[in-house]
């Protein structure tokens, strides 16, 4: 029984954890709380739900809702990031948030407010191991997180983008000064970030069968929980938090049923912040502004 | 006075009274993403003490200001200690926190809301409308309102200068959640039934939207902001979300062109 919660929680921690790389990339690179996550991954599950349902092959499907992540996350670059430099620093938090309130409406308005069953375009698979029931999609989900994860990692510390981009993230000014095109490196912190999101959508969609207009809020604030818990601008950290996150819900819904749910995690974020706000896995508290 | 326009009007008050909410700690550089925790408190506790002790509704928002404001300032210890973005993320949770603890609340009806009977009218709502941007004029005309600019401007500068910077803070936060709780309490007793499942972050976010909309600079800015984010979606007839699309769209472009937000700084703000 337990080793089932366990199971469980570490595939519903396998959505928070790419909503989290999404979030603690636009923090650690450029300081910056994207709130239009949200809704990029409402965008892509309800993307999902739309084309199975229209009886689209299910890779193409993918690809499609993937790639409306990254699309809307360049034009929310342009509304937020890009007019950081010359005005408040709140700006960009404020204006992701109205990105947020926009494309909820707008599905709203486009798709109702029903929420909606995904087909499954395959039969659902799972094995047992032992006593303990695992279900195929979802592990699939969490491999393609960690591995997702891993070639980001791999990025950051091996290419030329990457040492573009961990250069920004020390001090931007620095950065211009050696000749790091930031313009150029800015936009693809949104894409990579955007693609995370979008794909966790994805893989939520396909896992939990539904899809609603309002299905981003509740797995992004679980995401900037998880990316707090882990360490902010840390992406191992946001996987880790991620699937903890994941194990603290389905154990709390076990122990103390749904309702208390909010309580337990929020209650561990509050916790985590008082006590350690740089998180598990985090360094030094960046005096990051909002 | 038609019963639409009334509780427009009522609206109107009530959502000044909450961008001032957001307006205090924001003005002392906290950006409080957990208004609507302190509004639900306001709510509920009011609704409690008028149901459960019979008490007249007014004084029970009084009582229920007290206890928003209590709760406030022992909240701000420990948040307070967090800085910019924690800060955000600590008042986010926290809104998380309360909104869950009074859905498992089964004194005051849980998760199927809470029916509040005692009836507060228009006139009370506005007067205390009134009231609260009247005390915030005044409060900016005063060494306060020097002291939370002077704090959110450079803290090193406010400490060395003699202010007592977590004292400030403090007050700011703490005034911030009073108002948030008389908001909260005011709805409740007007519209005689609140819901936990409405007081949750993105309450909060909307609240900072209008303030910010509106412009942080002068304390005309969230007068503005909640005037236009209460008036702007009654006068676009249509769908809620057309309303909502509109609305974001208009921040969009506010950001964009004004960042400031719509009313800046005079002189006699700023000295």
Sequence with gaps: MIEQQIVNGLMLGSVYALVAVAFTLAIGVLNFLNFSIPGLFMVAGMLTWFLLRAGIPWPLAALLAIASGGLLALLVERFTYRLMSRSEHFVPLVTSMAFLILFENLVLIVWGSDLQRVPLPFESVSFKLGPTVVAVPQLAGLGCAVLAVALLDLVLKKTRIGRGLRTIAEDAEVAIMLGVGVGRVVPVVFLVGGLFTALSGFLFALNYQQASPFMGEEIALKGISAMVVGGMGNIWGAILGGLLIGVVETFSIHLFGARAVDISVYGLLLAILFVRPTGLLGGAVRQARV | ?271
């Design chain 2, 1 to 271: 006075m038609s019963g639409y326009l009334e509780s427009v009007l009522v609206l109107l008050a009530i959502n000044i009274i909450l961008a001032y909410a957001a307006f205090l700690p924001m003005v002392a550089g906290q950006l409080n993403l957990g208004v609507a925790a302190f509004v639900a408190i306001g709510a509920y506790s009011a609704g409690y003490l008028s149901n459960s002790f019979g008490l007249h509704p007014v004084s029970a928002a009084l009582m229920a200001v007290a206890m928003a404001a209590l709760t406030g300032w022992l909240v701000a210890f420990p948040i307070l200690r967090t800085r910019g973005i924690y800060l955000a993320l600590a008042t986010f949770a926290l809104n998380q926190v309360v909104q869950g603890t009074i859905l498992n609340l089964n004194v005051v009806g849980g998760a199927s809301g809470y029916p509040v009977p005692a009836h507060i009218g228009f006139p009370v709502v506005a007067a205390f409308s009134l009231a609260v941007i009247v005390l915030v004029f005044l409060a900016f005309r005063t060494r306060f309102g020097i002291s939370v600019t002077a704090v959110s401007d450079d803290e090193r500068v406010a400490d060395l200068m003699g202010l007592s910077v977590r004292g400030v803070q403090s007050a700011a936060f703490t005034a911030g959640a009073a108002l948030a709780g008389l908001a909260g309490a005011l709805y409740a007793h007007h519209f005689n039934y609140i819901e936990a499942q409405n007081y949750g972050v993105l309450f909060s976010i909307y609240i900072v939207l209008y303030v910010l909309l509106g412009g942080t600079q002068t304390v005309y800015g969230p007068l503005l902001g909640a005037a236009v984010f209460t008036l702007l979606p009654e006068l676009l007839r249509g769908s809620a979300a057309w309303r909502y699309v509109i609305f974001a769209c208009l921040i969009i472009a506010i950001m964009s062109l004004r960042p400031q937000g719509v009313i800046l700084k005079r002189a006699w703000f700023s000295k």
